[in-house]
């Protein structure tokens, strides 16, 4: 997520005027959150620690409203925290790319991508 300042030239803090542009991007660390979507991470990860398995999560929402970035962010969290990166793995698979190959050879080829 870039973001652009701009300064509308005033010469006191009153009266400048700041206005932020994101871009439409997904962001891929926790430094680039400008929208507080690590907080989703952070119960997602009280999810992850404290339920028992087999157990799914479902990230639901409209377009363009952080369901990449929230799993950019996830992912990077899973592979930095010790306590997660020892109970989990983090594997993406990418259900727009299955419009020309079948569910298993796509998660196939992720899962072999990802490992190695």
Avoid: C
């Amino acid at each position: 997520m870039n973001t652009e300042v701009k300064d509308t030239g005033g010469k006191d803090s009153a009266s400048q005027n700041k206005i932020i542009f994101l871009s439409d991007e997904p962001i891929a660390h926790a430094t680039e959150d400008k929208l507080n979507l690590s907080s989703y991470v952070d119960t997602i990860q009280r999810i992850l620690l404290t339920s028992k398995t087999p157990l799914n999560i479902g990230l639901f929402g409209r377009w363009g409203v952080g369901k990449s970035s929230i799993l950019n962010l996830l992912k990077e969290r899973v592979r930095n925290d010790s306590l997660l990166k020892k109970k989990f793995d983090f594997f993406y698979l990418d259900a727009w790319k299955l419009s020309k190959e079948s569910l298993g050879q796509q998660l196939l080829m992720d899962l072999f991508h990802d490992v190695l």
